[in-house]
T-cell receptor, first 108, second 112 residues
Framework: AQRVTQPEKLLSVFKGAPVELKCNYS??????LFWYVQYSRQRLQLLLR??SRESIKGFTADLNKGETSFHLKKPFAQEEDSAMYYC??????????FGKGTTLSVSS | KAGVTQTPRYLIKTRGQQVTLSCSPI?????VSWYQQTPGQGLQFLFE???????NKGNFPGRFSGRQFSNSRSEMNVSTLELGDSALYLC???????????FGQGTRLTVV
């Protein structure tokens, strides 16, 4: 069965500290992996996808097929990074399946 | 271009009633998906429509149904509402499969 697991419900860090939001997935095939972000009072939006291999707002994510993980990382957290982060996967002919999300709280 | 539009933004219904929510996707997008968002369960997939056909379905009871029209607009219906149906219902549209999904602002349904 296809599944996305985000083990941390809440991650609290100080400004300037490194951030790693964990995501593990289960899918028999080659899925497309995404990170979506929801800032306070804003709609859910795409942050990055593994196929583009970009760095967005300082965030990167590497797909590790051996560990079936797609962790989101940022070397120095900013207060404006505080938001809800969702990891999601999409397979051939499937819709987006989301993890339960991790709330990132960055304080000064 | 205009984003995904969901109407209404807020709804209050009584247990046992039914409700219909509407979603207008981005122009040119043929795929529309629906999700239920709650604090405890996060985003749960309801169903996906593509060119008026239901292509995927999540694990929800038959009280939850949907449809898509020829202009790609979609509606979802929940019958015999239960208190546990209170949630934010999100709609997303995609152009091609496995591409970025664009989300609406959601409809906040409260069942009392």
């Amino acid at each position: 069965a296809q599944r996305v697991t985000q083990p941390e419900k809440l991650l609290s860090v100080f400004k300037g500290a490194p951030v790693e939001l964990k995501c593990n997935y289960s899918y028999s095939g080659s899925p497309e992996l995404f990170w979506y972000v929801q800032y306070s009072r804003q709609r859910l939006q795409l942050l990055l996808r593994h196929i583009s291999r970009e760095s967005i707002k300082g965030f990167t994510a590497d797909l590790n097929k051996g560990e079936t993980s797609f962790h989101l990382k940022k070397p120095f957290a900013q207060e404006e990074d505080s938001a809800m982060y969702y990891c999601a996967l999409s397979g051939t002919g499937t819709a987006l399946i989301f993890g339960k999300g991790t709330t990132l709280s960055v304080s000064s | 271009k205009a984003g995904v539009t969901q109407t209404p933004r807020y709804l209050i219904k009584t247990r046992g009633q039914q409700v219909t929510l509407s979603c207008s996707p981005i122009s040119g997008h043929r795929s529309v998906s629906w999700y239920q968002q709650t604090p405890g369960q996060g985003l749960q997939f309801l169903f996906e429509y593509f060119s008026e056909t239901q292509r995927n379905k999540g694990n929800f009871p038959g009280r939850f149904s949907g449809r898509q029209f020829s202009n790609s607009r979609s509606e979802m219906n929940v019958s015999t509402l239960e208190l546990g149906d209170s949630a934010l219902y999100l709609c997303a549209s995609q152009g091609d499969p496995n591409t970025e999904a664009f989300f609406g602002q959601g409809t906040r349904l409260t069942v009392v």
